[in-house]
Structures are given as structure tokens and as C-alpha cells.
């Protein structure tokens, strides 16, 4: 069975600093990782994700994140954070491709003070 | 584009009632998943239609049910509600490409359920 663990429910930066949001997952084969984003009110947005081959992943809004198999992580980095960021991030995993069952994280709130 | 539509988009209903959400997923696609997205907590997958039947089903009783229209729309169904199906719950839509490929889940914004 697969799982996903996120360290740290709450995350606080200032604007302008690294936003660093922790992720951890278990699969028994090869997974497919995902970052999604939700902000107030609305539904999840895909930042990111990893499926095969550059193990650095670039996403939208300056997030990149780096599938390390050996350490079984897939954490998100922004270098410099912006007000606009403040929002909850969810952490993913499938066995399959993506349009089969995803396996989310218990999410961060990521707040931002100015 | 009106992307993944879903309604209504807060009910309020009691102990024992039944209930009906229902998605209209983006233009273009023909899988709608399901999750149920309690407070505090990520997503956590229900069930997912695609031809007009369930392909893969997550952790969850009976009570369950969904259905899949000719036009690709989606209704999800709870019977004899508990307290504890209070929750947001998320329709995403998404084009299958085939086996081997990855198809992005595309999600609307929700649907409240508060169950008293």
C-alpha cells in the first residue's frame, strides 16, 4: 500500500525566504509524485509532478522539487517566497499513472509574513 | 473553458438523510474521480467512473455509490449519512490517454457537506 507523510502541518516564512515543505512517501513500486496546491474555497491545483526520468522537477510559480528514491522524498523548495504563496500544499502518490487513485498527504499551511 | 463544475456548492443535512452531489468535469474529458476531503485533512479517494462504470474503488462502505451519464457527468450518492461525512467533497476530471501515460486530474471547487 502506498502512503504519504508530510512533516510539519503548519510552515511559517517571511516573504523573500526559502519555503522548504517536507514530504515523505512509501510505495512498493516505482510512484508517481505529485504537488498540488489549494487555496481558500476553491479546488486542488497541480504544481508539480514527477513520473519518469529528470529526477528535478520544475513546476509553476517558481516551485521545483527533487524525487530522491534513496531517502523516499519528494520535497517541494521555492528559493524566495511570495505573499501570493500563502496556501495549503498536498503532497501525492500513485502506483499507477496519474488518472488512477491518488494517495494524498494530510497537507502544510504555508503562511507568509510580510 | 468552465473547467470542472460542481453543485451544489453547500448542503446541510441530518443524521439518517440521503444525499446527491453532482460534477460536470472539464471539457474534452471522460474519467470523473471522487475524494472526500474531511477538516484538517488531505484528500482521501472514493471511487472512480469512467465508460459509465467504476473502475477502481478506495476505502469506503456502501453507503457510497456513484454514477457515471452518457455525457460524462457525475453524481455521487451517500446513504443513511453520519456525522463523520461532513466533509468537502472534490470532483476531478481527466482525459484517458491510454495505459502507460499520465493523464492530469483536473479538480473542482467542492462541494460542503454538514451533516447535524
Known amino acids: 500500500a502506498q502512503s504519504v507523510t508530510q512533516l510539519g502541518s503548519h510552515v511559517s516564512v517571511s516573504e523573500g525566504a526559502l519555503v522548504l515543505l517536507r514530504c515523505n512517501y512509501s510505495s512498493s513500486v516505482p510512484p508517481y509524485l505529485f504537488w498540488y496546491v489549494q487555496y481558500p474555497n476553491q479546488g486542488l491545483q497541480l504544481l508539480l509532478k514527477?513520473?519518469?526520468?529528470?529526477?528535478l522537477v520544475k513546476g509553476i510559480n517558481g516551485f521545483e522539487a527533487e524525487f530522491k528514491k534513496s531517502e523516499t522524498s519528494f520535497h517541494l523548495t521555492k528559493p524566495s517566497a511570495h505573499m501570493s504563496d500563502a496556501a495549503e500544499y498536498f503532497c501525492a502518490v500513485s502506483e499507477d499513472t496519474g488518472r488512477r487513485a491518488l494517495t494524498f498527504g494530510s497537507g502544510t499551511r504555508l503562511q507568509v509574513q510580510p | 473553458d468552465a473547467g470542472v463544475t460542481q453543485s451544489p456548492t453547500h448542503l446541510i443535512k441530518t443524521r439518517g438523510q440521503q444525499v446527491t452531489l453532482r460534477c460536470s468535469p472539464k471539457s474534452g474529458h471522460d474519467t470523473v474521480s471522487w475524494y472526500q476531503q474531511a477538516l484538517g485533512q488531505g484528500p482521501q479517494f472514493i471511487f472512480q467512473y469512467y465508460e459509465e462504470e467504476e473502475r477502481q474503488r478506495g476505502n469506503f462502505p456502501d453507503r457510497f455509490s456513484g454514477h457515471q451519464f452518457p455525457n460524462y457527468s457525475s453524481e455521487l450518492n451517500v446513504n443513511a449519512l453520519l456525522l463523520g461525512d461532513s466533509a468537502l467533497y472534490l470532483c476531478a476530471s481527466s482525459l484517458d490517454s491510454g495505459l502507460g501515460t499520465w493523464d492530469e486530474q483536473f479538480f473542482g471547487p467542492g462541494t460542503r457537506l454538514t451533516v447535524l
Open positions: 514527477y513520473t519518469t526520468g529528470a529526477t
